[in-house]
Nanobody
Framework: QVQLVESGGGLVQPGGSLRLSCAAS????????VAWYRQAPGKERELVAS?????TISYAVAGRFTISRENANNTVYLQMSSLKPEDTAVYYC???????WGQGTLVTVSS
């Protein structure tokens, strides 16, 4: 079974950047599509981006986020730049094949 652990969240000023990490235990993680989601206070969870095992990428939030993966380290990243207050949310990663979620990491964009 895969376990996912997100990290890298925190408080950042508007216009700043953060890189989130999703580290996986489990040998088959690199064969699965992984997605980042976010859930803002009072809102439904929404898809941010996904990346397949072969590196095919899809973005639901355009322009300021970059998803990548390092299969050697069993890790998927979400690089976020030009952050805005509306990006404030708990960010989750998900193994879409096994339907496993991480516990989330909080990103707060505020001055």
């Amino acid at each position: 079974q895969v376990q996912l652990v997100e990290s890298g969240g925190g408080l950042v000023q508007p216009g700043g950047s953060l890189r989130l990490s999703c580290a996986a235990s489990g040998s088959r993680f690199n064969m699965h599509t992984v997605a980042w989601y976010r859930q803002a206070p009072g809102k439904e969870r929404e898809l941010v981006a996904s990346i397949s095992s072969t590196g095919t990428i899809s973005y639901a939030v355009a322009g300021r986020f970059t998803i990548s993966r390092e299969n050697a380290n069993n890790t998927v990243y979400l690089q976020m730049s030009s952050l805005k207050p509306e990006d404030t949310a708990v960010y989750y990663c998900r193994d879409t094949y096994l339907e496993v979620w991480g516990q989330g990491t909080l990103v707060t964009v505020s001055s």
